[in-house]
């Protein structure tokens, strides 16, 4: 017998299908279309004991090719939509960073009605979409925001691209992070002739294509702006957020699938009968069916036996009580890898409000690092707004473009400070009253909320707008 093979002995199986579910050599999961196919780390890059290799080949560059990166944009999306765990970790950073959604102040009247048109535009809906921005962020690690201008009226439309149908980034040959052109390849589904007469009324196609079509289209970078995290200086693309948990969520899927058959297999139990050795001292014959099988008293039967009978019921001895902490140990690696703690996970016993508290500075640093990620973001998108109005001639050229990105507050105890802080700075004559007005997140625009609170206080001396 080898080592390997002594060492694979006393490894236990659970142990050993968590190890081969990481490295990759022994389990592959089948996945169905939707989830990418076939997916396995490769084989060759470890060695028999868990070891990988450091090095790497330099002619084959360091972005990931690709067929790979959606494999992995797909297995991200699957887990997003089926499993609970990684719905719950892209869910709560949304709901923190984006609350009930962003606001903006422009410091030009003027500037203010071209970004409010923008934004409450049905065609662009950034209500939602800035909540899709931050799912999709996380669940492929990038964003590509396309935009369509109108040069005769400066109006600007935002769309999303799939980054599943961007295939390729051709960059500056002197600078990898200036984009030159996306190619784009997607289907441009078909309709059945019956669907397309229903629609138009009449026997004619219309616009509709009656068959699939595969689309390959050439972007100028110009038109789009390319958001990426978990990325470094010499890649191209973003990479999902949940990349680093997937192996993770699938031990615990199996996990939680084998408690389940060893819960069911405790369940389980059978009767055993003692007998004399005199027959005549028994209670009577084994009672059987008509197939032959022996009769078991069913639940709730009341059994009348001779005092010389005995009569067990045996349970299988599983072993199965001390099985809470292996199932913990895999969500706290679910929970290092996406800096969301075990206890927003469906388990609030596992601290109290104090520690609670000053455990979860980690994550409110992650929620503010990506509130500041977003503002830059949506300062892009407004500048480009503002850039199609002066070139349509709505704005004039001396603007002032400055503005001012807000989020709503992380923390409920958040709202008290900032408010506090808000109202001494402003009595102490360090702010002004509307500036103090436009660094509070939930006020979308401070000229509005003035003309509010007059209206509603007509009997006070209005409040003049700054």
């Not at 990038?142 to 691209?161: H, K, S, Y």
């Not at 229903?198 to 079509?213: I, K, L, V």
């Not at 699938?257 to 005199?278: C, H, M, Q, T």
């Not at 005092?307 to 001390?322: F, H, K, N, T, Y």
């Amino acid at each position: 017998m080898s080592l390997k093979d002594i060492v694979d002995a006393l490894v236990p199986p659970f142990m050993r299908r968590i190890n081969d579910a990481i490295r990759g050599e022994r389990v592959s999961e089948s996945q169905s279309s939707v989830e990418g196919g076939e997916f396995r780390i490769d084989p060759d890059d470890y060695d028999r004991w868990g070891w990988r290799r450091v090095s790497r080949d330099v002619a084959a560059g360091d972005n990931l090719d690709s067929e790979a990166h959606r494999t992995i944009l797909r297995r991200a999306y699957a887990a997003w939509c089926r499993n609970p765990l990684a719905g719950q970790i892209v869910n709560l950073t949304t709901w923190f960073v984006m609350g009930k959604g962003i606001g903006f102040s422009a410091a030009d009247p003027r500037v203010q009605e071209i970004l409010t048109g923008f934004w409450n535009d049905p065609e662009n809906d950034m209500r939602a979409v800035q909540h899709w921005m931050s799912n999709e962020l996380q669940i492929y690690g990038e964003i590509f925001c396309r935009f369509f201008v109108n040069p005769f009226d400066g109006t600007v439309r935002m769309a999303l691209v799939d980054p599943l149908e961007i295939r390729d980034i051709v960059t500056d040959p002197d600078d990898i992070r200036k984009p030159v052109v996306y190619l784009r390849e997607y289907l441009k589904s078909g309709l059945p002739e019956e669907w397309i007469d229903a629609f138009t009324g009449h026997g004619g196609t219309g616009w509709f294509p009656t068959s699939d079509e595969l689309v390959k289209e050439v972007i100028d970078g110009q038109e789009v702006l390319h958001v990426k995290v978990n990325n470094v200086s010499n890649r191209k693309r973003g990479l999902s957020e949940l990349y680093r948990v997937l192996p993770w969520l699938d031990a615990f899927d199996r996990w939680l699938e084998d408690r389940l058959a060893i819960n069911k297999a405790r369940g389980a139990f059978a009767f055993l009968r003692k007998v004399p050795s005199v027959p005549s001292k028994a209670a009577g014959p084994f009672e059987t069916d008509s197939s032959g099988k022996y009769v078991v008293p069913k639940p709730g039967s009341i059994l009348v036996v001779h005092e010389s009978e005995e009569w067990e019921v045996l349970s299988p001895s599983i072993g199965a009580d001390d099985a809470k902490e292996d199932g913990r140990a895999i969500k706290l690696m679910i929970s290092a890898g996406s800096g969301i703690f075990e206890h927003y996970f469906g388990d609030p016993s596992t601290g109290n409000l104090a520690t609670t508290r000053s455990m979860e500075l980690p994550m409110v640093k992650k929620f503010e690092d990506r509130q500041r990620l977003f503002e830059n973001v949506f300062g892009k998108i407004f500048q480009r707004v503002i850039e199609a109005g002066i070139r349509s001639g709505i704005l004039p050229a001396g603007v002032d473009r400055k503005v001012e990105v807000s989020f709503p507050p992380i923390a409920p105890e958040d709202v008290a400070s900032l408010t506090d802080t808000l109202v001494k700075q402003v009595e102490s004559g360090l702010l002004s009253k509307d500036s103090a007005r436009r660094m509070i997140p939930w006020i979308g625009d401070p000229s509005v909320e003035v003309e509010n609170i007059n209206n509603e206080q007509p009997d006070k001396e209005p409040i003049e707008q700054g």
